[in-house]
């Protein structure tokens, strides 16, 4: 017999999935400890779970899974030869239909690629000479670098954007599942909007310089000019090349309805958090690895709740990757945080409470069941 974190481990199924799929019936328990509740399964759900395991990451429906496991443990192999093929059908259908509708869309970017349409906000040829207050721009670049993307396949978000207007600095980082804003003040810049984007290295080192109390200093200079890009602090500098791509509109982004609003104890929900219920995302959410999500609620007195398994997820619940969340609450630097519910498909907004202008977002995650 094997506990339910040794199947866990050698399966490939996460705890809260196995829970799971023994509720939904799909991989019972051989026995469960009556006084403890604890799960112990049988050799012969090894060669199952690992099945069950692939068509997950195959993205077979629940539905179907049901009726392969049954006809596998029957030997009606031309049962479960015929839900295969026609899983792999749609498949195969669903694919040609994304190529018809990605080729649709290659074509208009081209349309708004071509030099009478361009995108790009600054021109190589800018020059930009701005005083930025030093802690205001520690305090945001601490705010938004979690969010910043380590994925090679989107250089365009590999960085952190400086998205310079008038007398204000916004930094924005995001990684497509979390959004990330803060605002430094800024002076001595009078002319057009000026958007760069920062790879993160040199985001990093720049922060480090502000960190240097050799060069503490109220204020430093950031300096654009073609395609460098520099910050100034005293007798000290560091400066490198921004990248050359366009960053997505994040003022499109953060557009969201309005929502129920709930303050939070920072300390008190991140432990909350740490010790209280996970599920199991679906593979295939984020970057094709399963996440631990938290599922939260709001209750009528305004109290955030961090949902179990057997409690329903209704229309006010919101699933999150867990670990980023406690990511987004650890960079805002802040005791108290006010969360921002909308549906279960809007992003979780997390607001500090002295200012609209340092927040993040969290995509929700779709829950198995």
Not at 131 to 140: G, I
Not at 163 to 173: H, K, P, Y
Not at 205 to 219: E, H, K
């Amino acid at each position: 017999m094997r506990s339910i974190g040794e199947m866990a481990r050698d399966s490939g199924l996460g705890v809260s999935a196995l829970r799971f799929y023994d509720g939904a019936g799909l991989l019972v328990p051989a026995w469960v400890d009556p006084v403890s509740g604890y799960r112990w399964y049988g050799p012969e759900q090894l060669e199952e779970s690992r099945l069950l395991a692939r068509l997950r990451r195959a993205g077979m429906p629940l539905a179907d899974i049901r009726l392969v496991l049954a006809g596998w443990s029957g030997a009606d192999t031309d049962l479960v030869r015929t839900l295969l093929q026609a899983h792999l059908r749609r498949l195969e259908t669903g694919l040609a239909d994304a190529r018809v509708e990605f080729s649709t869309i290659r074509a208009l970017l081209e349309r708004r690629e071509n030099p009478m349409t361009s995108l790009r906000t600054t021109p190589l040829t800018t020059t930009l000479r701005s005083t930025v207050s030093a802690r205001e721009l520690a305090e945001a670049l601490d705010a938004v670098r979690f969010a910043a993307s380590a994925d090679p396949e989107l250089p365009m978000l590999g960085g952190i954007l400086f998205d310079i207007e008038g007398d204000e600095l916004r930094v924005v980082a995001t990684d497509r599942y979390r959004l990330a804003v803060a605002r430094a003040g800024a002076t001595g810049h009078d002319g057009p909007r000026v958007q760069v984007i920062v790879p993160s290295p040199l985001a990093d080192a720049m922060r480090a310089l502000l960190s240097d109390g050799a060069t503490a200093v109220p204020t430093v200079v950031l300096t654009v000019e073609g395609d460098r890009v520099a910050l100034e602090a005293g007798d000290r500098q560091t400066a490198g090349r921004h990248l050359d791509h366009d960053f997505p509109d994040y003022r499109r982004l953060v557009r969201l309805p309005a929502g129920r609003r709930a303050l939070v104890d920072v300390a008190a929900f991140r432990e909350a958090l740490r010790t209280g219920p996970v599920r199991e995302s679906e593979a295939g959410e984020q970057d094709g690895v399963s996440r631990d999500l938290s599922v939260l609620g709001v209750t009528a007195d305004g109290v955030v709740t961090v949902c179990g398994e057997d409690e329903d997820a209704g229309q006010d619940h919101v699933a999150v990757n867990r670990e980023y969340l406690l990511d987004a609450l650890g960079a805002a630097g802040q005791d108290r945080l006010v969360l921002e519910f909308g549906s279960p498909t809007a992003p979780l907004a997390i607001r500090r409470t002295d200012t609209e202008d340092a927040f993040s977002l969290l995509m929700p995650v779709r829950l198995e069941n």
